[in-house]
């Protein structure tokens, strides 16, 4: 099969999956397209078997980028095998109403483009303390404390369950090799 991987970021760790993702697709012998949503040029959707779309949230919303390429090839996407998967640090709160409202973001995403993919995966992100400017440092701290979270801004985070991401890209391959012809 060939597969797109595409993609948007803010601070990297979304482009991490993605890589992540496409490298597991490329061992199972199929052919890979990885690509951020800003940089599509006039890539159709339409000449893959499947894809895999991958977003950030930040301050409650997905990439403008990634948001019109869905809107603007949301035909094309749904004749195929389609999986999405969110990445928000809200999905690793202890806090059952965050868990709730990041689980959440994919469905407001799909209403408002009229697609949806067959498949989502819930992806907890990372603290990127060393690459926010002073500002957003000092608040990720906060929020970070008020969950119970690391503020030792010295360092980077990551809580992505990558083990967990695997398997769902395993079965998403089931299922997207299932439905072509």
């Known amino acids: ?18 890589g992540a993702i496409s490298g597991q697709i490329e061992d199972a012998g199929h052919e890979v ?24 949230i930040h301050i409650g919303d997905y990439p403008a980028a990634l948001v019109r390429f869905v809107q603007n090839w949301k035909h094309a996407l ?5 999986a999405f998967v969110s990445v928000t640090l ?6 059952a109403d965050e868990v709730a409202e990041a689980t959440a ?15 989502v995966h819930n992806a ?11 500002f957003k440092r000092w608040m990720m701290k906060r929020i970070s404390a008020a969950e119970g979270g690391p503020v030792d801004t010295s360092r980077n985070y990551e809580f992505t369950d990558w083990d967990a991401l ?9 299922f997207a090799q299932a439905r072509s012809p």
């Open 33 to 56: 397209i990885v690509t951020r949503a800003s940089d599509t040029g006039y890539l159709d959707p339409g000449n893959f078997d499947a894809a895999v779309l991958c977003a950030p």
């Open 105 to 119: 973001f994919p469905t407001t995403l799909f209403e408002r483009t009229g697609w949806a993919a067959d498949q």
């Open 124 to 134: 907890a992100g990372a603290l990127k303390y060393l690459e926010y400017d002073f």
């Open 166 to 174: 695997k398997r769902f890209v395993s079965g998403f391959l089931e």
């Open 1 to 18: 099969m060939r597969i797109l991987v595409l993609f948007d970021t803010v601070e990297g760790h979304t482009k991490k999956i993605a």
């Open 78 to 82: 749904k004749d195929k095998p389609c």
């Open 90 to 95: 809200a999905i690793n709160s202890d806090d």
